[in-house]
């Protein structure tokens, strides 16, 4: 395709984000100058939530003409001053509300889960954008495991092409699932990506460069990576896609106000005609519940926050919560295993110096029944900093003067790690605790517990890239066992006793409420989310844009 030939030379069409953006400051530009709704005004839609679901809807209907509020919990960013070259100094872009965990198998809530702020949690992503591949949408069919999506591949394909020129994602030709290219070139691999790299091919294994939504060249006012290592920190330079930089500009600029600093705490229904009506909030620092009137609502608030607002918008119709009259809210939430096992070599590697994930390979991702499980997994490298670092050598049970060593040694270390699709399972379920939260709405419980299938996932998928690291010439070798990236909750299917929201994403029994984030998803793969999370996004946005403002 032409395209292909002009690498990074076409830019998406109908997003001028890149160009809206202040090359001497990171502000996000249009945040003083937005327009400012009042509650009382009935815009076309209200949506829970400025993450990578949130945003992308937002952008795509304003360009359409609709009158949008998004309400954030979160603050505005101020990159220049807000995000730092510093693990721990970067703890306030996480989620760390309270959240109450359990389960045979419970999962710590915390930074790699979700975000908090304009933006959402691609903020302090690690910046891989793959696609989902199209058996992902039909494992029941395929496999006899999961659930198959009311929706096909081909459904999101035009979705995929478009957000990955709006990031852009940078990358090889892709062979796995779709075969396909990426709109900008890889970048330029470092010496741990090499190491791992020569590793795979003694054993067969097949790796390529990227994709990461990282900017290789210049685009618009974007400038290009850095390389300083900090991609899960913000990106101080504007080069790593996120909504903060690749929609929201363009959003604002089309008249989208985002109300920071907002709690959503219900959406309203109005008895009569079951229709929404609107979300009441709380400002921070505030107990006044507010009610933005709204003709649609979209609640994009992830895996743990949507269940948790949909459940909470108990009513008299709605007794249960919100689409909850077949107890499928909150459940069928999906984590992937992370494992990540590093190997010491003589040389001074410097993993942190560049995208945390720079080779990748699926040739594990379909199922192969002589591995004595269903589904995969993917392979990436990826680059603890040195907090993660410490982390990963307290797992193995290094303690005292062994942990400082291995600290002192942190440069001559390279990580490899694994994406596992863990299967969806209806007791995997996010439920409402009784203790409050400061805006006195209830917390959040997650219950989480591996099944048979998952634990021989992560054991294979452990020796595989263990044996990489052996066959790369590792002189020691560290593994830790941990999970990352949530999605369902609220997943899509063909009728209320299966699902959430049907194949547009409109909740079961509620005509003009949506849900537009993670939570949508029957099934995982192995595949990071943030990418299908923005595709869906983009198809729920020409969906409405279609039939009209309301």
Request: glycine share 10%; proline share 7%.
């Amino acid at each position: 395709m032409k395209r292909n030939l002009l690498k990074g030379s076409v830019g998406p069409k109908d997003n001028d984000s890149r160009f809206l953006l202040d090359v001497h400051r990171r502000d996000l530009p249009g945040e003083d100058t937005m327009v400012r709704y009042d509650d009382a005004d009935e815009v076309d839609l209200c949506i829970v939530g400025a993450g990578a679901g949130g945003s992308v809807l937002a952008q795509r209907v304003a360009r359409a003409g609709w009158r949008v509020v998004i309400l954030e919990v979160g603050p505005f960013w101020h990159p220049d001053e807000d995000w730092v070259s510093d693990e721990a100094g970067s703890h306030d872009l996480y989620w760390t509300q309270k959240r109450i965990i359990g389960g045979t198998d419970p999962i710590e809530m915390g930074k790699n889960n979700s975000g908090r702020g304009v933006g959402g949690s691609m903020v302090h992503y690690a910046g891989y954008c793959p696609r989902f591949h199209p058996s992902d949408f039909h494992t029941q069919t395929l496999d006899g495991v999961g659930a198959d999506w009311p929706i096909a591949y081909e459904d999101l394909r035009a979705h995929y092409e478009t957000v990955e020129r709006e990031l852009p994602v940078a990358g090889q030709d892709w062979p796995w699932g779709y075969p396909h290219s990426y709109p900008f070139s890889p970048h330029p691999i470092s010496e741990a990506a090499s190491v791992m790299w020569r590793g795979a091919l003694k054993l067969g294994i097949t790796m390529r460069v990227g994709p990461v939504g990282i900017v290789n060249g210049t685009f618009g006012n974007r400038p290009h990576c850095i390389y300083r290592g900090y991609c899960l920190q913000g990106c101080k330079v504007n080069a790593k896609a996120s909504p903060y930089v690749t929609h929201l500009p363009d959003a604002l600029a089309h008249h989208v106000e985002i109300r920071a600093g907002c709690m959503a705490a219900r959406v309203e229904i109005d008895q009569p005609s079951g229709q929404a009506t609107g979300v009441t909030y709380l400002r921070e620092g505030d107990a006044v519940e507010r009610l933005q009137r709204a003709k649609v609502v979209a609640v994009a608030g992830y895996s743990i926050e949507t269940p948790r607002l949909l459940l909470n918008s108990a009513s008299g119709r709605f007794p249960r919560g919100l689409g909850n009259n077949e107890d499928q809210v909150g459940r069928y939430v999906m984590v992937q295993g992370a494992s990540q096992t590093a190997g010491r070599f003589p040389d001074e590697l410097r993993m942190y110096k560049a995208p945390p994930p720079e080779v990748s390979s699926e040739d594990f991702y379909e199922t192969d029944p002589s591995r004595g499980f269903a589904r995969g997994f993917s392979i990436q490298t990826v680059s603890p900093l040195p907090i993660g670092w410490a982390e990963h050598v307290l797992a193995d049970g290094h303690w005292g003067r062994a942990l400082r060593e291995y600290m002192r040694d942190y440069n001559h270390w390279a990580c490899i790690g694994v994406l596992n699709e863990l299967l969806p399972q209806p007791d995997n379920r996010v439920t409402l605790a009784e203790e409050k939260d400061p805006y006195g709405l209830p917390v959040a419980r997650f219950d989480f517990s591996l099944g048979d299938n998952d634990k021989a996932n992560i054991a294979y998928s452990t020796k595989v890239i263990t044996d990489i690291l052996h066959a790369a010439g590792a002189q020691d070798v560290l593994t830790i066992h941990r999970y990352a990236h949530l999605v369902g909750g609220a997943r899509m299917g063909t009728a209320p006793d299966n699902s959430v929201i049907d194949a547009d994403q409109r909740l079961w029994g509620v005509p003009n409420v949506y849900v537009c984030d993670g939570s949508v998803c029957p099934t995982q793969g192995s595949a990071n989310p943030a990418l299908t999370i923005m595709a869906l996004a983009s198809r729920l946005g020409a969906h409405l844009a279609r039939n009209g403002r309301p």
